[in-house]
């Protein structure tokens, strides 16, 4: 049985900052591309960043490049995503997704494993 569960989120205001974790049970993350996505009401669930096996290949949109940063704690088997500078229309629920898969694909279709989502609210 394969459960990925995001943790982190919250209530933030502009300017402020949150780390986002995802960890797994079942699957081995370490072993995984892993992606981040969100879906806000309303809009098309999107993709926000993702990592390699190998740390080697990664993807931010180029809207995000500069505040957010993924990054893998290998001896924990977790992978981060950290936020800064943080905007009220970063408000949406993130979502932790997993794959077998030789590089980073930002189409949450390619992702066979996903987390329930943790919300991130940005407001003041």
């Known amino acids: 049985q394969v459960q990925v569960v995001e943790s982190g989120g919250g209530l933030v205001q502009p300017g402020g900052s949150l780390r986002l974790s995802c960890a797994a049970s079942?699957?081995?993350?370490?072993?995984?591309?892993v992606g981040w996505f969100r879906q806000a009401p309303g809009k098309e669930r999107e993709g926000v960043s993702c990592?390699?096996?190998?740390?080697?290949?990664?993807y931010y949109p180029s809207s995000l490049k500069g505040r957010f940063t993924i990054s893998r704690d290998h001896g924990k088997n977790l992978v981060y995503l950290e936020m800064n500078s943080l905007k009220p229309e970063d408000t949406a629920v993130y979502y932790c997704?997993?794959?077998?898969?030789?590089?980073?694909?930002?189409?949450?279709?390619?992702?066979?494993?996903w987390g329930q989502g943790t919300q991130v609210t940005v407001s003041s």
């Open positions: 990592i390699s096996r190998s740390d080697s290949d990664s």
């Open positions: 997704g997993a794959v077998i898969a030789s590089m980073c694909v930002d189409y949450p279709e390619f992702f066979d494993y």
């Open positions: 079942g699957i081995t993350l370490n072993d995984h591309v």
